[in-house]
């Protein structure tokens, strides 16, 4: 999805009022990160950006095959301050795990353990530690997964 400069410009400041680096740091990380084939959603009451979440095309390979595969890096889910506790959280979980599912695709996301009893709540699945191996990142909490068959070791890259 194309975002124009307006909506980029919403996203980084949504984004700093959670994760406080400045207006100039978002928009930094921003341009060197998201890929053009990135998955951008957008969720608005009225003409207000009061959520978002970004879906990262990625790769992988499991313990029984050398072969990489692509998947979707769950990489950001935000809900306005003022508007949470309001179902926009689960709202926008059910509309990420439907793109997944129409992409047919699967999913992976890292998580604090605050957030685990959230994402189960939406069909997502804790893999153990020994059951992930991140390429390019440290694995510092959670690994999460949705719509992937169950393999003995999961090798992700989250950068590539």
Known sequence: MNLKKKEIKEICILKN???K??????LQWFN???KRFDI????YNKKKLIGYTLLRLRSYR???TNKLKKYLLLDTLLVDKKYRKLNYSNFL???NNEVILKKNLSSFLICNKTMVNFYKKNKWIKLSRKKINLVD???LTNGMIYNFKNYKKYFFCINR
Request: charged fraction near 10%; avoid cysteine; aromatic fraction near 16%.
């Open 62 to 64: 499991t313990s029984h």
């Open 32 to 34: 060197n990160y998201i």
């Open 93 to 95: 979980m059910n509309f």
């Open 137 to 139: 990142h440290k694995l």
């Open 40 to 43: 951008h959603n957008l969720l």
């Open 17 to 19: 009022k959670e994760w």
């Open 21 to 26: 680096f400045g207006l100039q740091s978002q």
